[in-house]
């Protein structure tokens, strides 16, 4: 059965359907389409046959360039590097060394052999199976040299290369851009070569070299190029801006067996911008200049002399390998939005992969879920068991069920077949979709998922037209399109009684350091006017969901706010060992009907408590009590809960300090980020059953046991906010806003989701907010629109590439009006026998996504050590399987990417470099089990930008230009004195003011006269007349608006103590915990893929 339908010729549900001008369809699965899909990176400039070259002995490697040393150099006790194979020999460089990469003239002779350049094509899929494209990065980093565009020569005495091959150019067309230089007919350069078969005819297409060869130990090694280590700089780090005075080393001698073979030539020579000649692209490829970018520092400014004759022997330049050689997060960003953000994302067709995460794109829903619900890590599974193996590729989903969408995007039809239900597979359950095959004239429908063939009842029958589908196929949502929705019948409900609308109960720590710290106060004011914003359903005039009230210290106190009372009742539970709740009339209520005694209750509540002393306080109680009162009700519900303090009070549930940063790095390590207690384990499950989900705000002022308190939370879907060392002017609008945002969400309760799979792969493992009782069933007591659920797939069988592989993700849930649903969410993949397929269609966001969260479990129950030992592996298998099978053959000093992974290892460093993996002397458990939880239900954007900040430039762009300005990678050397910068991760938000920015900017956006004057610490900027506030402020606000929590604003300073807390966001530069920079990692990921290899 094959499900690689096309798009329907008929608009679904009678509604026009928009034609896209000069948008085609892609071709995939191996049938031609219309044209060549959007591509989904840049096409990459230039032709550069690369070559490598040894340095000469004793030239010492290049001082970086004069100056005061940057601060960022700071590094943990001498000698300590994040890998320690990089002795004094090899290359050490990190943030500070923005080092500068220098071409080769033309006329020097070359010592090692000829590279052939790798053809770094587009990833989208060809109508042949072309060869792979890969992205090759190589510069020899004990040079330190990036080779120049040079004509192909005879490789020299001594070393056994034979020129390299002019192979089977890759089938693909590519767009009369005029980006590609041309070649005269014969003289076309070589090209990587992609997996072994028929090669389509060859064909003249310039090649992008951007090669990067690492230097590795094993094997003769090329001299150092270290210069005497500066006072203070340990061997791991990069140099510190060294003065021009440092003398080199003296010449050492050569390896036995390594020759010589040339003088080093002249310097190359410097090119107006105006001369013709290649520079060096920011994607690091070598071509014809594009439009000077306004994110990126300058271009390459010399450019190689062609044909020319050795000059005398010269010392060479200084050599730092260039930032810009390596791929950029920024640049693969910035072409997925120019290359793919102006068409609408069609998800007819099985298996595309779609827009990257940061792209803005609309979704057509023609058959598969919008990439909004699910995404995947590789859109081409591989047929066998084995093959996936070999790629280690992890096949997962990230679903995010309740997902929300924009508003030019319609919600999910919502389907209603009356008393009899949703028609469902007789055999695997799985439910009516577009991918289902209608036989026998349509009297029987044979599943997609188990190939089982079933009865259609009679009132679902239709005729079918000539090509075997229904002819109401658009008009019914589960026919035509990849998501929507069915009305549950009882038989779907509890009990098989249908649901009562859900309760909310806020409970409210009135200790002493909750009244003290204007919490209690601040919290009773807001709920007045936010109980009028309680979610509700379509067009309802009013929320027919009903709340309650609870305060607790060591005692609970529950109020009693019926309105037929003139004043609320309160009544006292001191018994916390054997919870019970006192009342039931008049517990949960209807905001509208007692809003005069809740009112009044809030009004009283911090009067109440104004003088407490009592500082102890309770917390599973509370819980249990919540769940109690919602289990009497008989309904679903969310407790939202407001808390202080470490619970030491004598209850079930106390807890005691364990806090200990001795364990760090030991094997104990793990003990931090588990549960003290089975207890909170055990309540949690009590909750799931009775569809109680739990909300936690934590104020701590010191130790909470934040991986104890988030137990319950985390397997009921709730969320956990923490706002350390409260300060009511300072963190208000934070807290408000998150709590606004936390009780207006849709949620949906007392859910229950299950993926289904076609025959040949099956869900094996899951990530997120949940519980699961069995092996098949995620049960939610909440699910909100921001949560996600990540599945992994194994093989159980051999899939085959005609009919692909089918997901099925069905969730029941119970609607904040109380009506059960059933959401339904279908995605079709393509199978693949070529593991060149497999890469091409990979997603990084996803892998990434996946491979964190992964991580982030294994620290429950491994040393942090091993996690990150085998995150690097994985990733190095990744990439060799690559290497081996799919590129073309080069020399075993290139490093090559494949084109859709070539920001794996910026990406996974900065995973390894997080929080939890790998903590700084200033982070503490709280924060570390905090942002554990955080991660295991984000989705890919969030993780995206959590683990890859955004940084913008403030001051580059006009001030009349309110449009986002365009982002500069990560790192310290891309920030300039004079400039003003905003680093957002989802959430923190750090404005960052350079020392020498202009006295009008700092006037215009502060309000004061000079630097200076800049309070450092600023969390809100004043509300100024003039543009450039404006658009600042407008900038922050859209930031924020983008994001699922509240980011609250810091002021940076240059220079100011705030400003370490600041770098540790610059992720591509060595991190003071220890951590590697981006250069250094790639080094070390390109060592483990060499000795996997030999």
């Known amino acids: 059965m094959n499900v690689n339908q096309s798009a329907p010729p008929v608009p679904p549900f009678g509604q026009p ?16 389409g219309s044209t060549a899909a959007p591509t989904p990176y840049g096409a990459y400039n230039g032709p550069v ?3 490598q070259q040894t340095p000469p002995p004793g030239v010492s490697r290049a001082p970086a360039s004069s100056g005061a040393p940057p601060t960022s150099t700071a590094q943990g006790p001498c000698g300590q590097t994040a890998y320690g194979q990089f002795g004094q020999g090899d290359v050490q460089n990190g943030p500070s060394s923005g080092v500068q990469m220098q071409r080769l003239p033309g006329s020097h002779s070359f010592a090692s052999a000829p590279l052939a350049p790798v053809v770094s094509q587009p990833a989208v899929l060809q109508p042949y199976g072309p060869p792979p494209t890969s992205a090759q990065v190589t510069a020899q ?4 040299q990036i080779s120049g565009a040079v004509a192909p020569a005879p490789p020299p005495s001594g070393l056994g290369y034979g020129p390299p091959t002019s192979l089977a150019s890759a089938s693909g067309s590519f767009p009369n851009s005029g980006l590609y230089g041309s070649y005269p007919q014969g003289q076309a350069p070589p090209l990587g070569q992609g997996h072994p078969g028929a090669q389509p005819p060859p064909r003249s297409v310039p090649p992008q070299a951007s090669s990067f060869t690492p230097s590795v130990s094993g094997g003769p090694r090329m001299p150092s190029m270290t210069g005497p280590l500066l006072p203070g700089q340990s061997f791991g780090g990069p ?24 003088p080093p030539g002249p310097p190359p020579p410097m090119h107006s911008a105006q001369q013709p000649g290649y520079q060096l692209q920011q994607n690091g490829s070598f071509g014809p200049a594009r439009g000077p970018q306004s994110n990126y520092g300058s271009p390459y400014p010399g450019a190689a002399t062609f044909g020319s004759q050795p000059g005398p022997p010269q010392p060479l330049p200084p050599k730092r390998l260039d930032p810009d050689a390596i791929p950029s997060p920024i640049q693969v960003i910035e072409d997925d939005r120019n290359n793919r953000g102006s068409e609408p994302f069609v998800t007819g067709l099985r298996g595309q992969v779609p827009p990257l995460v940061t792209t803005n794109f609309l979704v057509k829903d023609q058959g598969n879920a919008s990439p909004r619900y699910i995404r995947c890590t590789s859109y081409n599974i591989p047929c066998t068991s084995d093959m996936a193996k070999q790629a280690q590729v992890p096949l ?12 030019e995007e319609a919600s999910p039809y919502v389907v209603d077949h009356g008393e009899s239900g949703p028609l469902r597979c007789n055999r695997c359950k799985a439910y009516m979709c577009p991918f289902m095959q209608f036989v026998e004239g349509g009297r029987r429908f044979q599943c997609c998922f188990c190939s089982c063939i079933n009865d259609v009842p009679p009132q679902y029958f239709q005729h079918l037209d000539h090509t075997g589908k229904r002819v109401d196929a658009y008009d019914r949502p589960e026919l035509s399109l990849g998501s929507y929705e069915f009305l549950a019948t009882v038989d779907y409900c509890k009990n098989n009684k249908f649901p009562v609308p859900p309760a909310f109960i806020f409970m409210i720590d009135v200790s002493y350091n909750a ?3 204007g919490l209690v106060r601040l919290l009773c004011e807001e709920l007045k006017s936010l109980l009028d914003f309680l979610p509700r359903e379509g067009g309802a005039e009013e929320s027919a969901i009903r709340v309650g009230f609870v305060t607790y210290n060591k005692v609970l106190h529950f109020y009693n706010v019926k309105s037929s009372l003139a004043q609320p009742q ?56 919540g769940m109690e009162a919602l289990k009497a009700a008989e309904c679903a519900g969310k407790l939202f809960l407001f808390h202080t303090s470490l619970p030491i009070a004598e209850a079930p549930g106390k807890l005691k300090n364990r806090d200990d940063r001795k364990l760090i790095n030991t094997d104990k390590e793990k003990t931090l980020f588990q549960p003290q207690s089975g207890a909170y384990q055990t309540l949690a499950k009590e909750c799931v059953a009775q569809g109680c989900c739990v909300d936690l705000f934590l104020f701590p002022n010191q130790y909470v046991d934040v991986a104890t308190l988030s137990v319950v939370p985390q397997l009921t879907g709730g969320s956990v906010y923490k706002y350390a060392c409260f300060q009511v002017e300072n963190d208000q609008e934070r807290f408000l806003s998150d709590l606004r945002r936390d009780v207006q969400k849709v949620v949906g309760f007392d859910a229950v989701m299950r993926v289904r799979t076609s025959t040949g792969i099956r869900a094996v493992d899951f990530f997120g907010a949940f519980y699961m009782s069995n092996t098949t069933d995620v049960e939610l007591a909440g699910l909100d629109g921001d949560k996600t659920v990540t599945v992994e797939f194994k093989h159980d069988d051999r899939l085959n590439e005609e009919n692909g592989a089918l997901l099925q993700c069905a969730l029941l849930y119970t609607s904040c009006a109380g009506q059960r649903r059933l959401r339904i969410h279908n995605l079709a993949l393509n199978c693949c026998t070529q593991l060149a397929d497999l890469y091409r269609n990979c997603e990084t966001d996803t892998l990434i996504n996946y491979m964190a969260k992964f991580a982030y479990r294994g620290v429950l129950s491994s040393p942090v050590k091993t996690v990150r030992d085998t995150l690097i592996t994985q990733c190095a298998q990744i990439l060799a399987c690559y290497r081996k099978n799919c590129a073309s053959p080069s020399s075993a000093g290139q490093l090559i990417l494949p084109e859709c992974m070539k920001l794996l290892p910026v990406y996974l460093n900065c995973v390894l470099k997080s929080e939890v993996l790998q903590p700084g002397a200033e982070v503490t458990t709280d924060d570390r089990a905090y942002v554990r939880q955080l991660v295991t239900s984000m989705d890919v954007a969030e993780t995206n930008v959590f683990f890859y900040p955004r940084l913008l430039p403030l001051t580059k762009s006009p001030i009349e230009n309110t449009t986002e300005p365009p982002a500069v990678r990560a790192s310290e050397e891309r920030l300039s004195n004079g400039d003003i910068y905003l680093l957002e991760n989802g959430l923190n938000l750090f404005l960052w003011v350079g020392a020498s920015v202009q006295q009008g900017v700092v006037q215009s956006l502060f309000g004061v006269s000079s630097f200076s004057q800049i309070t450092s610490g600023l969390s809100v900027l004043p509300v100024l007349d003039n543009l450039l506030s404006k658009k600042v402020r407008g900038l922050i606000d859209s930031l924020r608006a983008q994001r699922s929590r509240y980011m609250k604003l810091i002021v940076v300073k240059q220079e100011d103590k705030l400003e370490m807390l600041f770098k540790h966001f610059l992720v591509e530069d060595k991190s003071l915990s220890g951590g590697a920079s981006y250069v250094d990692f790639l080094c070390h990921m390109h060592k483990e893929i060499r000795q996997l290899l030999s």
């Open 515 to 517: 009244v003290r710290s």
């Open 239 to 262: 140099p510190v801006s060294q003065p021009n005075h440092v003398s080199s080393p003296p010449p050492q001698a050569l390896p036995p067996g390594t020759q010589m073979t040339g």
């Open 570 to 625: 309160m009544m006292v539970v001191s018994d916390v060992g054997d919870m019970f709740v006192p009342l039931l009339d008049g517990f949960l209520v209807n905001v509208n009907e007692s809003r005069a005694v809740i009112t009044s209750l809030l009004d009283q509540i911090p009067e109440m408590f104004a003088d407490t002393r009592e500082t102890e306080t309770v917390f599973a109680p509370v819980i249990q009590a």
């Open 17 to 32: 359907q928009p034609v896209y001008p000069g948008y085609h369809q892609s071709s995939y699965g191996g049938q031609p």
């Open 396 to 407: 997962a989903a990230v679903i995010k069920p309740l997902a929300r969408l924009p508003p």
């Open 49 to 51: 046959p690369g070559y």
């Open 141 to 144: 980093l004990a040079g330190m």
